[in-house]
């Protein structure tokens, strides 16, 4: 499968992976097409393609998100993980980040507890809940969060909100239709730091990374 991930333009995005780091990908694709048969953990249909586009899609914002989390060893939370995108590709490369992958429906957590076993990702870490009980549990304790095609921008923002350190960072992965959503964000609360079009190699499709922080409020 490396010619194939090869194919798509992984090395494109300019992000120096290892051969262990291609060999993990790999694992993954392969690990969720298998689980996907049997659990139906995803609406993709076509394994050889839309899987593989979702996973270069996943790690085009490394980019991006690498520019503003310039702390060592941040905290991530990936809000409505599902099948592990964007989390794991991002867990893989990153060995250094911790990412809280955050998913309600036990057959998708059962499956991200295989992968992080079956990769060894000490890295990760998968809590079988809704967003609104781990930000009870752990408010305040998060230095980004980030979710793909989990719910619109306003309501993933009401959701991230609870979890995020005061200076804390949001990314939220979008289409083109990126500017609808924002209309419906409110400016006295949150702060657009980035709006960046993501390259995705070889396909036509429109991706953008939205880059969110809270608005301090003044305590006078």
Do not use: C, Y
């Amino acid at each position: 499968m490396t010619e194939d991930l090869l194919e798509l333009g992984i090395t494109e995005l300019g992000l120096n992976l290892s051969d262990n780091n291609i060999a993990d990908l790999e694992l993954f694709l392969q690990e969720m097409g298998r689980w996907n048969q049997v659990h139906n953990l995803t609406a993709i249909e076509d394994q050889q393609d839309l899987v593989r586009l979702h996973l270069i899609d996943s790690i085009a914002v490394l980019p991006v998100i690498r520019r503003f989390l310039q702390m060592s060893n941040p905290k991530i939370a990936d809000l409505g993980s599902g099948g592990g995108l964007p989390a794991i590709p991002i867990a893989i490369i990153q060995p250094d980040w911790h990412l809280v992958l955050i998913e309600a429906i036990r057959k998708k957590t059962a499956f991200l507890q295989h992968v992080r076993g079956k990769l060894k990702l000490k890295n990760v870490e998968v809590l079988s809940d809704r967003v609104e009980n781990v930000a009870l549990q752990q408010s305040n304790q998060f230095d980004a969060v980030i979710s793909r095609a989990f719910t619109s921008l306003a309501r993933f923002l009401d959701l991230s909100l609870p979890l995020l350190k005061p200076d804390g960072l949001v990314f939220a992965m979008k289409s083109k239709r990126a500017d609808e959503e924002m209309a419906e964000v409110s400016k006295e609360n949150w702060r657009l730091l980035a709006d960046e079009a993501l390259f995705i190699p070889n396909t036509g499709v429109e991706r953008r990374l939205l880059v969110l922080t809270p608005v301090r409020k003044s305590s006078s």
